[in-house]
Nanobody, 115 residues
Framework: QVQLAESGGGLVQPGGSLRLSCAAS????????MGWHRQTPGKQRELVAT???????NYAGSVKGRFTISRDNAKNTMYLQMNSLKPEDTAVYYC?????????WGQGTQVTVSS
């Protein structure tokens, strides 16, 4: 089983930047892909970005060109660099990891973009 812990959320003004981190522990050797989703009240969870073990990345259209997903395998940590933030990026951000046993989720971190 994989345990995930997010950090790095907070309050930022429009146009600002934040970097989210997702530290993985447990059966990390079994992870085939990782990524980020986000959720706002009353809406379904939305895929933000994914990264595979080979380094292939994929982004939601709404964040492409502004967000960058990356992994540091030596630190067992995944990152989401978020630039040019907009109020509509406000959400709880969850990291996830895909293994043969299923999907593990972190507890979420709040990102609020407001002036």
């Amino acid at each position: 089983q994989v345990q995930l812990a997010e950090s790095g959320g907070g309050l930022v003004q429009p146009g600002g930047s934040l970097r989210l981190s997702c530290a993985a522990s447990g059966s990390i050797f079994s992870i085939s892909a990782m990524g980020w989703h986000r959720q706002t009240p009353g809406k379904q969870r939305e895929l933000v970005a994914t990264i595979t073990n080979s380094g292939s990345t994929n982004y939601a259209g709404s964040v492409k060109g502004r967000f960058t997903i990356s992994r540091d395998n030596a630190k067992n940590t995944m990152y989401l660099q978020m630039n040019s933030l907009k109020p509509e990026d406000t959400a709880v951000y969850y990291c996830y990891a895909v293994t043969a046993a299923g999907v593990s989720w972190g507890q979420g971190t709040q990102v609020t973009v407001s002036s």
